[in-house]
């Protein structure tokens, strides 16, 4: 579910708000532990944007690359923002999922895009080459950190 505006992180709000009034670099680059809030801040920006947006995840993007698709990478090129969650998930990533990852970076350049990884940047390194990860990177970059919100401590019993 996505988080309400007051559970994002101020820093994360800031720059979010900067992005969206033009004072900030798209791509933005959300990375950090798992359960910190990446995808949720991302869909709270999603809700909030009329008109077409795109949320999915490197797999999804390998239909619409090669053409099963061709409306989804059309949604994908037109809409006024992406999120592509979880890339790097696969250490193993498929040579058609580096593909389409790199279509979708290439063609989105600096529009706005939201890339969300548990990967900091130099360990994307170690699923996607220089250039991926180049021009994922190549506008603002944000690390959450904290626990899991997901997990609330009990043991299981």
Known sequence: MPAEWDQIEPGLRR????LVRGKGRW???LHGPTGTGKTSAALWLLRRIWGPRFIGKPGELIDAVVGRQQWLWEHIHDA???AID???SRSDAPSLELQA???CADERGRRPTIWISNLAPKQLLEVYDDRIVSRICSGSVYRLDGRDRRFDGREDR
């Open 101 to 103: 990852v790199q279509r």
């Open 86 to 88: 979880e890339i790097g």
């Open 80 to 82: 006024w923002l992406v």
């Open 27 to 29: 791509p933005l680059f």
């Open 15 to 18: 720059l979010v708000m900067d």
